[in-house]
């Protein structure tokens, strides 16, 4: 499909909701978008808004400065994440908005992504249970839903034994963020095709990452309507991963009662057979009752004190992977249907499509131009020039 | 001991003295004479030696999920404790004596502490040579043989028909 901006049919190939998009890939306030293709931010809102249609100029323009291609503008035949719909952010105090709107946007990329691909390819059926909780804080619900699960997935008791692939077999959508939005935690949120766990590729700890998946897990069986963000909120995700991970039933017998030198070798031991950091098995340890709050306290000092709280000791360096879409890309090369097509068919940039199908966190800070306001938001769009021009044109 | 791969450590030298780093974290060498290693005096020590033991936080740790029953005095602590060098990556010093008469070694890493107050020259030390060996109690060590792993097949995926048709072409 070639088509450039001369095309007669861009006029009409454009969607507002598209901009807003391509906005918040690129970490830009309307403000900031209008002063880069020197019109008015009321301008920039109402085409965004659709009150306004630009011109054939004005989204060269607007593709110029934000480092897409025209047809990126052009609308999707159907809406696939539901208006409204909020991601579930942690630390939202510490996050701005124009972080977290560019999180989203590549979240919704990936579903883009995920929705061309699977036209030509069977993913797994989506089997995430709702299991929804009260916003109260004194009931049990978050570790009864984590049972629940566990006995709906008919999981036997022990280990997880990888969480990023027992999501991917129920269905979940689970991918890396781009390294330049690492300073947002990882996020997850429901699309109408299937759910979205959004991984942070900065933490490069296996043990957490088990953590984040699982606590993210819950999110999308707990709180599909629930307002997210809030303290209480985040307080059950996380109770619902520990008791996903490590239900108490079975590890209760086994956590340190007492903070000896043995109590750290069986911490040690825990974390390798289950699979999660010793700070979350200290943190189990209390919740359960095993130890006081002070014992408690003591061994996050002495854990600190050692490094740990930075970088624990543990035998596992890789992390775990996604394997949805890269396996799916492989199988469609191997059909030869090649990246080209399915990069065309999503209506994304190259490179986005690139970060989304890794199976690996990618590296990829030449590719970018850095140019972060105070915000630290850095666009994800936008090429060296040195390298590159923005295309006008899909080859 | 964990395995390292091939490649991931690299040399790191710190202007003049000998180093290695690994994963983000720099690793240089400093001998002492043996039973000395509770005794230096980094204010005494090269401008390097000095900058180490004087590193000062640079970023603040990663928030972890645990940290919200502590109160902002003990978080205050672990964000000092957490603090992180000017000396371009979290240093540690490894500190090696050998008695040429008896051929005791000692061999010691830590993170060393600025000591201008004559006070403990490490925030934390660790001998590499000594193991520590299992106190006897009661509780054992659980057993590992259903560990998790990150290796793991891939999510079974295959083609939509038409797809599979253009490959049986």
């Known amino acids: 499909m070639n088509q450039t901006v001369d095309d007669p049919t861009y006029p009409s190939l454009f969607a507002g909701e598209r901009l807003t998009l391509a906005r918040h890939l690129a970490g830009l306030r309307k403000s900031e978008l209008a002063a880069r293709v020197r019109k008015s931010g009321t301008a920039v809102a109402a085409w965004e808004s659709g009150a306004k249609r630009p011109t054939v100029t004005n989204i060269a323009e607007l593709a110029l400065g934000l480092g897409v291609t025209p047809q990126f503008f052009a609308p999707r035949g159907t809406t696939l994440v539901p208006d409204g719909i909020v991601p579930h952010f942690r630390s939202l105090r510490s996050t701005s908005q124009k972080a977290r709107d560019q999180a989203f946007a590549y979240g919704l990329v990936a579903v883009d992504i995920a929705s061309a691909i699977e036209k030509h390819v069977e993913l797994p059926i989506v089997d995430v249970p709702a299991v929804p909780v009260t916003p109260e804080d004194d009931a049990n619900e978050p570790e009864e839903a984590a049972r629940e699960l566990r006995r709906l997935w008919g999981h036997p008791a022990g280990p997880m034994k990888h969480l990023v692939r027992l999501l991917e077999q129920h269905g979940v959508l689970v991918v890396f963020s781009h390294q330049q939005t690492s300073s947002v935690d990882a996020y997850s949120f429901d699309s109408l095709g299937r759910p979205v766990v959004v991984l942070n590729p900065a933490k490069d700890d296996y043990y957490r990452q088990r953590f984040d998946a699982a606590h993210e897990l819950g999110h999308l069986v707990m709180h599909q309507d629930a307002e997210p963000g809030s303290r209480l909120i985040e307080d059950q995700a996380n109770r619902f991963a520990a008791e996903f991970l490590t239900p108490a039933a079975e590890v209760r017998g086994v956590l340190p009662t007492a903070m000896g030198a043995r109590a750290w070798d069986v911490l040690g031991a825990l974390k390798e057979q289950w699979g999660v950091s010793i700070q979350a098995l200290l943190y189990r340890a209390r919740f359960l009752g095993c130890i006081s709050d002070v014992t408690y306290r003591n061994a996050m000092v002495t854990l600190s004190q050692r490094g740990w709280r930075r970088l624990e000791p543990g035998l596992v360096t890789a992390i775990e992977q996604p394997s949805m879409l890269p396996r799916s890309v492989e199988l469609l090369e191997e059909a030869h249907i090649p990246r080209a097509t399915l990069v065309d068919q999503a209506r994304v940039p190259h490179h986005l499509f690139e970060t989304v199908v890794s199976r690996t966190p990618r590296v990829a800070e030449d590719e970018l131009v850095v140019e972060s306001d105070h915000s630290g938001v850095v666009s994800l769009l936008a090429r060296t020039t040195a390298k590159e021009t923005p295309r006008t044109s899909f080859e | ?169």
């Open chain 2, 1 to 169: 001991m964990p395995r390292v791969k091939p490649g991931t450590v690299i040399r790191s030298n710190l202007n003049g003295s000998n180093g290695w780093s690994y994963r983000g974290m720099r690793f240089i060498t400093h001998s002492v004479q043996p039973g000395d290693v509770n005794h230096i005096d980094w204010a005494q020590e090269s401008k390097t030696k000095k900058a180490v033991a004087r590193q000062q936080l640079s970023s603040p740790a990663i928030p972890t999920l645990f940290d919200n029953i502590l109160t902002p005095a003990q978080l205050a602590e672990l964000a000092a404790q957490d603090a992180l060098p000017k000396v371009g990556l979290p240093t540690f010093v490894l500190v090696h004596a050998l008695d040429r008469d008896s051929g005791d070694r000692e061999l010691v890493i830590g993170h060393s502490r600025y000591n201008e107050d004559d006070g403990a020259p490490w925030n934390w030390h660790d001998s590499l040579l000594t193991a520590h060996k299992p106190e006897t109690t009661e509780q054992p060590l659980p057993n590992r043989t259903v560990a998790p792993s990150p290796v793991a097949p891939d999510v079974p995926v295959r083609l939509r028909q038409p797809a599979a048709d253009r490959k049986a072409q």
